[in-house]
């Protein structure tokens, strides 16, 4: 489908309804939108539209492999100024052009998109830790980054958050990842637990050794998040909400899964519309008196790199123009538009759900 040329996106009107309509895709995501200031609500729409339709690709494409290099080379064309003539491929751009967001990032979100392809399984909870970094943990440092803090230690905190977030969903989704053959439990744990791994995932079912697994999984997440809490105070004063509150809704999926008994094998837990309108009021009211913690814990290891490679990063964008013009807004609202019909007509056309 080919696009307009890119508007700057500032309408809060037109940005309400492009979140709506993605919200099928992920519900926590909408929720949490909601509260993020307008001057980058339009980014992380178009960073989530790209992200969302990127994984949609590779998993979902005839040929992993293709699509992996398809999305390279969108991303070499979007970096060079002249992106491929795709809704989101536009959008993105604006995004990188914008903020000169570092590539990096999106390199680490491709390789992870990668590791899924190849059925990749992990021995560790280091190993996963990689895995998170790069699905989750480079989505974080680029929201991160679009807020407006670039110091290393506040992208550390967000890279954790992401990787805390990936945890819960993998805890979540161990029935459903097992039937589509992924396995992303750490294997020395669940042989720890007298599980042989290849053996469950031809048979997956729950036992009380595979609860013991998924609660040392949430354990370690909810470590991540208590750890990432405190890099939430160091962001920009209008986005600590947002980000609280998504730290805050992830977390409870973790919580309810444990009261449930840690069986995501034949069910998939969900936090409750209540519940998630009362962490968002409690988020709002929490974000206004956090503060910055006086020492600063050092990075994950597994996010280490893409830190070090936001920190020396050389942007290498072409940029056409020093600022995006500005659009009438009936240019801006069919612009959107065009967006929100395209990702919608691929969320009902997908053939799996949604991961985040």
């Known amino acids: 489908m080919h696009s307009p040329s890119t508007p700057e996106m500032s309408s809060q009107e037109d940005l309400q309804a492009c979140v709506a309509m993605m919200r099928g895709g992920s519900k926590s995501f909408f929720a949490a939108s909601k509260l993020l200031p307008e001057r980058i609500r339009a980014a992380s729409v178009a960073l989530y ?13 005839e040929s992993s492999t293709a699509s992996l290099e398809v999305l390279r080379t969108r991303l070499d064309a979007i970096y060079s100024s002249k992106p491929e003539p795709y809704i989101e491929d536009n959008a993105l751009r604006m995004v990188v052009e914008q903020y000169e967001l570092p590539r990096a990032m999106l390199d680490a979100l491709i390789e992870g998109f990668e590791w899924d392809a190849q059925g990749k399984t992990y021995g560790t909870i280091e190993d996963v830790h990689q895995y998170g970094a790069r699905v989750a943990g480079s989505v974080g440092a680029m929201m991160c980054w679009i807020m407006g803090n670039r110091k290393a230690s506040t992208l550390a905190r967000a890279c954790e958050l992401g990787v805390a977030m990936q945890l819960t969903n993998i805890a979540r989704d161990v029935g459903e990842d097992a039937r589509n053959g992924r396995l992303y439990l750490p294997t020395t744990w669940m042989k720890e637990a007298g599980i042989d791994p290849t053996h469950w995932l031809d048979q997956p079912s729950f036992s009380p050794a595979l609860q013991t697994v998924i609660e040392r999984l949430l354990a370690e997440a909810d470590s991540l998040y208590a750890k990432a809490h405190t890099g939430i105070a160091d962001l920009p004063k209008d986005c600590r909400a947002a980000i609280l509150a998504a730290r805050l809704i992830y977390a409870e999926i973790g919580h309810q899964l444990k009261r449930e008994g840690c069986n995501s094998i034949n069910h998939r837990t969900v936090v409750n519309s209540t519940r998630k309108w009362a962490l968002l009021g409690q988020s709002k009211l929490q974000a206004t008196w956090l503060s910055s913690p006086k020492d600063c814990a050092p990075p994950l290891e597994a996010i280490r790199y893409l830190i070090d490679a936001c920190a020396t990063m050389d942007i290498n964008v072409q940029k056409t123009r020093p ?34």
Do not use: Q
């Not at 539209?49 to 494409?61: I, K, Q």
């Open 49 to 61: 539209a790209f992200c969302r339709v990127a994984d949609d690709l590779v998993d979902e494409g």
């Open 323 to 356: 600022r995006l013009p500005n659009r009438n807004i009936v240019e801006r609202i069919e612009w959107l538009l065009i967006l929100c019909e395209r990702l919608e007509f691929e969320r009902r056309g997908a053939n799996s759900p949604t991961r985040h």
